[in-house]
Every structure is written in C-alpha cells, then in structure tokens.
Nanobody, 120 residues
Framework: QAQVMESGGGLVQAGGSLRLSCAAY????????MGWYRQAPGKQRELVAT???????NYADSVKGRFTISRDNTRKTAYLQMDSLKPEDTAVYYC??????????????WGRGTQVTVSS
C-alpha cells in the first residue's frame, strides 16, 4: 500500500509564487511517473505537469514557462514551483504517483488535493 500527500497550497496575489510538494509514503520500491493535476470549480480535472523517474517533463500549454515540476527520488517527493500566478490558476491541485509496491503491485495513487487561490 502507498499514500500520497500534497502540501504547500494557499492564497497568493496575481504575479506571486507558490511551491507545492507531493510526498509518497508506504512500502514502495519504485515510483514511475509523478504528476500534478488541477480542478477548478465547475470544470473537469486537467493535467498540469508530469515527470518521469529519469526527469523527463511534460507541461500543459497554459503553464509552460511559468511552472516547473521536479522530483527527489530519494525522498519520494515531487514539487511544483508555480511562478507568475494568474487568477485562472485557482484550483484544487492534486498529485498522482504511479507506484509499485510489494503487496499491491503497480497502481496510481492520488492525494486529497491542496487548494491554490490566486487573487487579482
């Protein structure tokens, strides 16, 4: 079994920055892709950024050049550095981790989300 937990959300003014963290816990022996997704009120969940175990990244067009995803494999943690934030970035941000554990095998785990609010 594994768990994923996000932290670092909050309220920030437009143009400001936030750094989100996503930590994976449990009897994990491999974490493949990790990703950040977001869901704004009344909208579907959308991809923000993903990162492979060897550091290859992928970003939504709406955040390219403003957000940076990274990870620390020894800490089983991914990060999302968000700069030049806009009001339209307001959403609940979720982390996902494609993990392999001894008991369950390969499974994607999701965190409960962290709220990011950008005021204009």
């Amino acid at each position: 079994q594994a768990q994923v937990m996000e932290s670092g959300g909050g309220l920030v003014q437009a143009g400001g920055s936030l750094r989100l963290s996503c930590a994976a816990y449990g009897s994990i022996y491999t974490i493949n892709d990790m990703g950040w997704y977001r869901q704004a009120p009344g909208k579907q969940r959308e991809l923000v950024a993903t990162i492979t175990s060897d550091g290859r990244t992928n970003y939504a067009d709406s955040v390219k050049g403003r957000f940076t995803i990274s990870r620390d494999n020894t800490r089983k943690t991914a990060y999302l550095q968000m700069d030049s934030l806009k009001p339209e970035d307001t959403a609940v941000y979720y982390c996902s981790a494609d993990t392999e554990t001894v008991v369950v095998g390969r499974k994607v785990y999701w965190g409960r989300g962290t709220q990011v609010t950008v005021s204009s």
